[in-house]
């Protein structure tokens, strides 16, 4: 089993940042892919970037060159760095991992961007 615990959320002003951080514990070993998503309010959960081991990033177009996502590989940590978020960058923030070909989910972080 893998524990994942997101943090880092918040209330901030448009154009300010914030970096999320998701924790994972456990059964770590055989790590694949490590993902940050989110769900607007109303909305289907989306996704806003991808990490593969020795592979690609990948960005929702409508964060790119504003997000970036890192990892530190030694403290199994993920992190989403945000800069110049915008009111419609406010949902909850979820962090996934794909261990073993099974994914594991955070609990999510609530991002809240005020105009």
């Known amino acids: 089993q893998v524990q994942l615990m997101e943090s880092g959320g918040g209330l901030v002003q448009a154009g300010g940042s914030l970096r999320l951080s998701c924790a994972a514990s456990?059964?770590?070993?055989?790590?694949?892919?490590m993902g940050w998503y989110r769900q607007p309010p109303g909305k289907q959960r989306e996704l806003v970037a991808d990490?593969?081991?020795?592979?690609?990033?990948t960005y929702a177009d409508s964060v790119k060159g504003r997000f970036a996502i890192s990892r530190d590989g030694n403290a199994n940590i993920v992190y989403l760095q945000m800069n110049s978020l915008k009111p419609e960058d406010t949902a909850v923030y979820y962090c996934?991992?794909?261990?073993?070909?099974?994914?594991?989910w955070g609990q999510g972080t609530q991002v809240t961007v005020s105009s």
């Open positions: 996934k991992q794909s261990v073993r070909s099974r994914d594991y």
């Open positions: 456990g059964s770590t070993f055989g790590i694949t892919a």
């Open positions: 990490m593969r081991l020795n592979g690609p990033i």
